[in-house]
């Protein structure tokens, strides 16, 4: 079985930093791509940022120059650094992955949720 694990998140003040972790784990042939979302209460999910496999990153807009997200393929693990962090960037963060497991079938996962709050 194919899982995504998060760490990190909680609550920091205006301005402060926090940083994600997310870990693939399980039978795993190949990621194609990971990154993050988050979602406020009351607003629909949103692309944080992403990478995919060879390097190339997206980021929203809200984030950029703020948010970076890098990747270690040996551990199959995403990390999304937060600096800068404003109180809008309060929400639940979900890691995602498209990949394909060791059988060779095609799956797209989700992490089960991080809250960071950032107060004012």
């Known amino acids: 079985q194919v899982q995504l694990v998060e760490s990190g998140g909680g609550l920091v003040q205006a301005g402060g930093s926090l940083r994600l972790s997310c870990a693939a784990t399980?039978?795993?042939?190949?990621?194609?791509?990971m990154g993050w979302y988050r979602q406020a209460p009351g607003q629909q999910r949103e692309l944080v940022a992403a990478?995919?496999?060879?390097?190339?990153?997206n980021y929203a807009d809200s984030v950029k120059g703020r948010f970076t997200i890098s990747r270690d393929s040996a551990k199959n693990t995403v990390y999304l650094q937060m600096n800068s962090l404003k109180p809008e960037d309060t929400a639940a963060y979900y890691c995602?992955?498209?990949?394909?497991?060791?059988?060779?079938?095609?799956?797209?996962?989700w992490g089960q949720g991080t809250l960071v709050t950032v107060s004012s």
């Open positions: 995602n992955a498209h990949l394909h497991n060791t059988a060779f079938r095609y799956l797209e996962l």
């Open positions: 399980g039978r795993i042939f190949s990621i194609i791509d």
């Open positions: 990478m995919i496999t060879g390097g190339s990153t």
